[in-house]
């Protein structure tokens, strides 16, 4: 698979000439712009693999973007590339290396309906450590992945009703293995999906009123079935909820259930999520969200995971530009067929965010990480110092 990363940059490069005819530097009726930014990251982390053998390392991680953007009338462009990279000094194996590339096409087709498109593709190396019965091997993985989707808004009267089909999936090509006479396999299974989504926002007095239904299916070759034990799936989740703004604070709260079928068996789970977020005074504010989810794609057993999420976060500015957020989550998964596959994460960051300028900020955090899964546990603890400028 990796032999047609070629295809892929030169179509990246097509891609990009055919988005330059779009966006013209200058003219008369056609709003243009292009912006070009970096950030860069400095760290040491406890715990470079992320595992139960990981060690302390420092590592660099950057990002290049280039973004062009152009209106005309009730047209809106906008394509970015970039590029992307993760390199430790010692635990080489998990560096990573990443080319993307996104463009997205908005049209006012009246003033009551808007319709937006786009597409993304992402070409990545990755190095990982695979704890397969305790021991940990090291490897390397090429892969490209894919999404594209389409969405119509249209807002008549207080209502706005908006509908979304999507696909996308994952190609993985074989794995290497640094270190050890074997020959490259495959260690993960390929995915194509199949998504929609329909929204409703109905305004009733002081409280908007939300209604959801939304349906995904993944598929996985029967070749990746067999040789991986990866399963498709596919579901269907429906909701209620509303939506309360009170002063400066906004309260969302969205119920259902999830309906869903993996290896002959319909499965039955509930949908929640609650948002709060409140501006307490001119230079606090506060955010919760809680929540409950079916993954078919990222899988935790054979067919995907049911997670529950818990966050709280609190920012608070100390001079204009100057601020400092503090953010606690917490993430359990269990396997969608199988309850004895658990995974449990808590991360802590406090962080400082300084912006200088509209081109240039910085920012500074410290992390801790808890994990522990049916396989290991394991803690990484984190400093990082960034840095972010843009032309």
């Known amino acids: 698979m990796w032999k047609d990363v070629p295809y892929v940059i030169l179509s990246i490069l097509i891609a990009l000439v055919l988005l330059s005819l779009h966006f013209p530097v200058q003219g008369a009726e056609l709003a243009s712009g292009a912006r070009a930014t970096s950030n860069v990251e400095f760290g040491y982390t406890s715990n470079g693999t992320d595992s139960g053998i990981g060690e302390p390392d420092l590592f660099i ?53 808007v319709l937006r498109g786009s597409v993304s593709m992402l070409a990545a190396n990755t190095g990982d450590d695979w704890n397969l019965a305790g021991f940990y091997i090291a490897t390397r993985t090429p892969s490209l992945s894919a999404d594209a989707m389409v969405e119509a808004i249209l807002t008549l009267q207080g209502a706005e009703l908006s509908g979304k089909v999507s696909v996308g999936g994952h190609r993985y090509g074989a794995a290497s293995f640094p270190g050890l006479p074997l020959d490259p396999f495959k260690l993960q299974a390929d995915d194509t999906r199949y998504g929609f989504e329909v929204r409703l926002r109905q305004s009733i007095g002081p409280v908007i009123g939300l209604a959801a239904l939304e349906g995904e299916a993944v598929e996985i070759s029967q070749g990746d079935q067999q040789q991986l034990g990866r399963l498709p799936g596919s579901k269907l989740r429906g909701s209620l909820g509303v939506e309360i703004k009170i002063g400066g604070a906004t309260l969302t709260g969205e119920g259902g259930g999830v309906l869903a079928w993996a290896d002959g068996q319909q499965l039955v789970r509930p949908y929640g999520k609650l948002r ?80 200088l300028s509209r081109q240039l900020s910085y920012n500074v955090r410290v992390s801790r990480t808890l994990h522990e899964d049916f396989t290991e546990r394991y803690r990484k603890d984190e400093f990082v110092l960034g840095v972010t400028g843009s032309i």
């Not at 919760?288 to 997670?307: I, Q, R």
């Open 61 to 113: 991680h950057h990002v290049e973007t280039l973004e062009i953007a152009s209106e005309a009338g009730a047209t809106a462009l906008r394509g970015s590339l970039w590029v992307e990279e993760t390199r430790f000094r010692e635990q080489e194996i998990e560096n990573d290396q990443a080319l993307g590339l996104s463009f997205a096409l908005g049209q006012q087709l009246s003033p009551e309906l």
């Open 276 to 355: 709060v977020a409140a501006a307490l005074t001119d230079t606090l504010s506060v955010e919760a969200a809680a929540g409950t989810h079916v993954e078919l794609v990222d899988n935790l057993d054979a067919a995907g995971s049911f997670d529950r999420r818990l966050a709280l976060a609190v920012a608070y500015a100390l001079a204009p530009g100057l601020s400092v957020t503090a953010s606690a989550e917490r993430t359990d998964r269990v396997g969608l067929l199988d309850s004895a596959v658990t995974s449990g994460e808590s991360v802590f960051r406090l962080g400082l965010e300084h912006e």
